[in-house]
């Protein structure tokens, strides 16, 4: 037996130990995908485990993360800090080796994987990031690859279609998946489910595609260098592999993929893996091959850093620019101007603050699923980011929302660059899976969400938002910011650009809405009192801020104090201190919730005596103004139903 082979059977202990240990995991897809492992780390992948997140490092993304196990024994066999005892800890309390690999990249992990799809759509992301920042900077300073490990799942998934296809389109050329072609599934052979050209449909997309017995390390390198070598198409390897690879019962068998081998099983496999080795045992040999493998590596970041450095030094300007895009510091935001008592859209409020701050943030880069002129979403200054022109800052995500939801999420964790992405907010649910992963790994994507409400109009139900806000809401670690005018428009913004651990959702209006006053607004507190009185708190979000003022004159009218509170941030009211909250909703005072959506979740909000006024059903197709009429919403409905109510 070679060191390589010696290499990938360490991974395969490793993770059967691992497994068995834990007495849950999912031992088949490392065992099977080990040689892919030892090739691409030991011959190819540009990582410094001494300095896990230099900033030129190729990025690593095992799309499969159910394999965690194969990605956890390579960090650790790499020299990365994973130790022994992390991995003894597979999948306990606290340890840096969870059931799914969770995005640390002092680690060497680059992103959170485990539903099926998402590492492949956001790998492309991190694929866009490395084209956009290679033309700013030069080779000389920005020049990687991309590589990933991809399985039948993730093949099969619509979001990675989406993306390959995004990503044929726009030739990323330094992007190469391994596909572990290994026929079995979660419940059993790939058959059952899968029957189609899998290269062949990459090859339409526009990719190099290349086949190859994954097991045989030194024609795994050959394919590796045949991607390597095509600069202008992304790559997929298809390397045919066999699940559970050496367990006498259990190899190619749907048994391998997602519980422990069994103790007498596990002996089995050692044994006809010529394994003699104690649990969690690494041959001293296999570490030195590691160690001397990955040097020139090693040298290579260093020289890298050290070149950066010296560049930087000696270019005021470049090293500006690299800040710009590397350390980028806190946005504040003007309010646009508008002519006082104007309306405008908080959706065309949103363009103007994006084009208002393109120059000041060169890092700043985005596009919409086919909806660039509804979302205002397009950066006119700059042109399209294509194959033939890196340079363009606008992203053509086409009708793909959920790709597009992973490729932020890629191009947010690569660091450097800073992305938005946008869609009709009814369509945010074509995009969940994306947008709850980004929130879970802390990726900082910003969701430019128009066409907010029912009040949208005569594109009807199937358009108009009515749960989609509660929904985002629910999501832990996503602020979403309903802003109401040009002021909380740019505080939203300011918000989200500020936000460096999660995303941040906009739920902006296609209707127009008065803009306001020119003097920021405290969005970053959550809420604040528009107006105020002592009998009554209205609480309103976005286009219904205005309702709820006009309503309160209404009231005003009729002898009740009505205080209007602006509550565009829930989440960032929610970490504000017991004194501001009760300076803004007061205490004692009857509350009321306004907002064109569901009433779920006001609750915490207005309390159980509370008035909620939203809209618990769906919409309909009709002129906004004979909607709000219909459901409820004009200043006259709200101040009858609020005095009805305070009786
Ligand atoms: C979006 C999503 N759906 C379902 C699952 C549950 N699941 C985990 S692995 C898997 C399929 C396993 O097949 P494959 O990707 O070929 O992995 P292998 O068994 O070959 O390791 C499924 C359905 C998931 N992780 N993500
Ligand atoms: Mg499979």
């Keep these: 037996m070679n060191i390589e082979q010696l290499a990938a059977n360490t991974i395969r202990a490793l993770s059967i130990d691992a497994v068995q240990k834990a007495n849950s995991g999912h031992p088949g897809a490392p065992m099977g995908m080990a040689d892919m492992a030892v090739v691409l780390w030991s011959k190819f ?64 992990i680059e992103t959170t994987t485990g539903p099926l799809g998402q590492g492949f759509a956001t790998g492309v992301g991190m694929a866009i990031a490395e084209a956009k920042l290679n033309e700013r900077f030069g080779s000389d300073l920005v020049d990687h690859r991309t590589f990933g490990f991809v399985s039948d799942g993730d093949i099969m998934e619509g979001i990675a279609s989406e993306a390959a296809s995004l990503a044929g389109h726009l030739g990323l050329g330094k992007l190469i ?191 919409s699923a086919d909806l660039a002129s509804s979302n205002n979403t397009l950066i006119k200054s700059s042109g399209d980011f294509t194959a033939n022109d890196r340079s363009g800052r606008n992203i053509r995500f086409g009708i793909r929302e959920h790709a597009m ?131 009554v708190v209205l609480v309103a979000t976005g286009s219904e801020v205005a309702t709820a003022l006009d309503a309160a004159d209404i009231l005003e009218g009729n002898g009740k104090s009505a205080r209007v509170v602006s509550m565009p941030c829930r989440e960032a009211f929610e970490i504000q201190d017991d004194a501001y909250k009760s300076s803004v909703l007061g205490d004692g005072i009857p509350r009321v919730s306004v907002e064109a959506g569901i009433t779920f979740g006001w609750g915490d909000i207005i309390g159980s005596g509370g008035l909620a006024i939203g809209l618990d059903r769906f919409g309909a197709s009709a002129p906004a103004s004979v909607l709000a009429e219909k459901f409820g919403f004009t200043p006259e409905q709200v101040a009858a139903r609020v005095s009805e109510w305070l009786g």
């Design 45 to 108: 992948l540009r990582v410094d485990p001494k300095n896990p997140t230099w900033e030129n490092r190729d990025r690593f993304v095992l799309s499969n993360g159910h394999a965690s196990m194969l990605l956890y024994s390579i960090l650790h066999l790499t020299g990365f800090p994973i130790s022994i005892e992390d991995i003894e800890n597979f999948r306990q309390w606290g340890s840096p080796t969870p059931g799914h690999p969770e995005r640390d990249p002092s680690l060497g």
């Design 177 to 367: 998946y391994l596909y572990d072609d290994n026929d079995i599934t979660l419940v059993g052979p790939k058959s059952w489910s899968y029957n189609e050209d899998t290269t062949g449909r990459f090859a339409a997309y526009g990719w190099q595609t290349l086949h190859v017995d994954g097991h045989d390390q030194p024609a795994l390198a050959e394919a590796i260098e045949a991607a390597l070598a095509d600069k202008d198409r992304p790559s997929l390897i298809s390397c045919k592999t066999h699940i559970g690879f050496g367990s006498p019962h259990k190899q190619d068998s749907a048994s391998a993929h997602g519980s422990p081998l069994g103790e007498e099983e596990v002996a089995l496999t050692k044994e006809r893996l010529g394994w003699e080795y104690e649990p969690f045992h690494v041959p001293a040999d296999v570490y030195e091959f590691f160690t001397g493998a990955l040097d020139d590596r090693r040298q290579e970041a260093s020289e890298w850093e050290r070149n950066l450095e010296m560049k930087l030094a000696a270019d005021k300007n470049l090293a500006k620019a690299w800040h710009k895009h590397f350390n980028a510091t806190p946005i504040s935001i003007a309010v646009p101007e508008y002519d006082e008592g104007a309306k405008a859209a908080t959706r065309a409020i949103s363009g103007a603050v994006i084009n208002a701050i393109a120059d000041d943030r060169p890092d700043l880069v985005g596009g």
């Design 405 to 535: 939801g992973a490729i932020v999420n890629g191009i947010n964790v690569h660091g450097g660059m800073r992305a938005f992405g946008g869609t009709f907010l009814t369509f945010s649910d074509y995009m969940r899976g994306a947008i709850r992963l980004g929130a879970l790994m802390g990726a900082p994507s910003i969701w430019v969400f128009t066409h907010d409400s029912i009040f949208l109009g005569e594109d009807g139900p199937t358009h108009q938002s009515v749960e989609h806000v509660a929904a985002l809401r629910a999501i832990p670690n996503l602020w979403v910011v309903r802003p109401a005018n040009a002021a909380e428009v740019a505080g939203a913004w300011e918000v989200a650009l500020n936000r460096v651990d999660g995303p941040t959702a906009f739920s902006l209006s296609r209707q127009g809405l008065p803009v306001g006053g020119a003097g920021p607004v405290p969005v970053d507190k959550g809420a604040y009192v528009v107006r105020d009185g002592s009998d």
